[in-house]
């Protein structure tokens, strides 16, 4: 349904969402459970609810998400889901043999109250889970959080069960990426090694979910961190999370379980929050920022100047989740762009608190929410109009109905690709934005213009 009949009018809604600006915890811990070597995720609830997770993540990526479900009926809804995982577990590593299962559970497997853990024990004991291969799981109920909560929760339970210390610091760093893409997992490490740090990256996506036809069809695909690496990261010298909200969590697990200090910084999009990761990786290794880097650095740098007229005030509607929304509100106002417009469906008082603080200087009302839908999200552009609105693809909606320049950024994006492929992160990242700004901006003064004010070079 197009949502031209919106009412402009705000009326405090307490217990409606409308249009949510978030999907479920399950989805977050499936990406985040992709991103390990020959891992199988594992939904510990009905069918629904995996279709559901697998659906988005296949239609976001346009690859097979491969993952299994512990097939509720009405039995399990009443006597627990214990002899079904059991099953499962026994089914998936005699079919499918994964070096590893990642079971996440749903909001009716949370509801019941099943113990996780004492069903992996009762696993272990009745020899189904086979010699070297292992069982990890994550509690997600989707009535608290969303999609990043279960994104973080999988991530922190890779410590838990994973990371040892030997007693030693290796000259080794580990990255906790965030809720990014393959393709922004793959710069990060591109400019890790640029700086000749060796790194472990956990989650990694990278070759899992943008991999390459072949066509041939790999149930494991090659990518993803290896059960070793995770279990060296607990002797590495240091991490660096990016992304509060995603990476905390498992960054401060590790500091507590391994003693290895962590740096929590925000993603690094925009030339501010890559300049700060870059920093800090060069400080905590002990290195020289090479020339690519900075060069990179100065063609981003070298389009914002250029293209300045362009930029220059023009208001924006953001809508997505916190970690990224506040790197990208702090690259949107250094360019002298006006972000007016700040929502995420996930509810984060740090958000409200940075995002308030980045556009404190801004000449202009700023509108700030999380934990709110896309409903808010809508009045407030239809009450104060922008030039462009950023968001996912659920936005395209708002993006006809108010005729409004638009451009794809962040979960899930259904109707367009190149996210997989080409980062947003970075000081490379940074010039897609701004790449995808100007092409929306100008494109809209082409299709506005006279005839006669119609512009070959711009
Ligand atoms: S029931 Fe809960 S876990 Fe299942 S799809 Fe809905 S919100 Fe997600």
Not at 288 to 312: F, S
Request: glycine share 8%.
């Amino acid at each position: 349904m197009l949502l031209r009949h919106t009412p402009k009018e705000i009326t405090e809604r307490k217990s409606l969402t409308v249009n949510p600006a978030k999907t479920c915890q399950p989805i977050g811990a499936m990406y985040a459970a992709l991103g390990i070597h020959g891992c199988l995720p594992h939904s510990h609830g009905s069918q629904g609810c995996y279709a559901y997770h697998r659906s988005t993540l296949t239609r976001h990526y346009k690859e097979p998400v491969m993952a299994a479900t512990s097939s509720f009926t009405e039995g399990a809804s009443v006597f627990g889901g214990q002899s079904n995982l059991l099953q499962a577990i026994n089914n998936i590593f005699t079919v499918y043999e994964p070096d590893i299962i990642a079971v996440h559970t749903t909001c009716l497997s949370e509801t019941i109250g099943d113990d996780i853990p004492q069903i992996l024990g009762k696993a272990r004991v009745d020899n189904k889970i086979p010699e070297g291969k292992f069982v990890i799981h994550a509690n997600t109920p989707s009535y608290v959080g969303t999609h990043v909560t279960g994104f973080a929760n999988m991530t922190k339970a890779m410590v838990d069960y994973f990371a040892i210390s030997n007693g030693h610091k290796e000259p080794r760093i580990n990255i906790i990426p965030g809720w990014v893409e393959p393709s922004d997992m793959h710069e990060i490490k591109k400019i890790a090694r640029e700086l000749g740090v060796p790194i472990v990256m956990f989650p990694d996506t990278e070759n899992v979910l943008n991999g390459p036809q072949t066509g041939k069809f790999e149930m494991f695909p090659k990518g993803g961190v290896t059960i070793d690496e995770l279990i060296s990261a607990g002797s590495s010298q240091g991490t660096i999370a990016l992304g509060g909200l995603a990476s905390g969590p498992a960054a401060k697990a590790l500091d507590s379980k391994c003693k290895v200090p962590c740096e929590i910084l925000d993603l690094p999009i925009g030339i501010k929050a890559t300049d700060r990761f870059v920093d800090a990786l060069r400080k905590m290794a002990g290195v020289n920022v090479p020339d690519t880097i900075t060069t990179e650095r100065g063609q981003l740098l070298d389009i914002v100047t250029d293209m300045q007229a362009y930029l220059y005030h023009k208001k924006v509607a953001l809508v997505g989740d916190p970690d990224p929304l506040i790197s990208l509100t702090e690259f949107l106002v250094s360019i002298d762009m006006m972000p007016i417009h700040i929502l995420t469906g996930t509810k984060d008082k740090n958000f409200e608190k940075r995002i308030k603080e980045i556009t404190e200087d801004i000449p202009h009302d700023v509108n700030i929410a999380s934990g709110k839908d896309m409903m808010l999200f809508h009045q407030w552009v239809k009450n104060d109009p922008v030039d462009l609105l950023m968001g996912n693809t659920y936005v395209k909606y708002i993006a006809r109905d108010e005729d409004i320049p638009f451009i794809r950024f962040g979960f899930p994006i259904l109707d367009r690709i190149g996210h997989s492929y080409f980062p947003m992160v970075c000081y490379r990242g940074g010039m897609r934005i701004l790449e995808k700004i100007l092409e929306a901006l100008m494109d809209r003064i082409d299709r506005d213009s006279t005839e006669i004010a119609f512009d070959l070079v711009m």
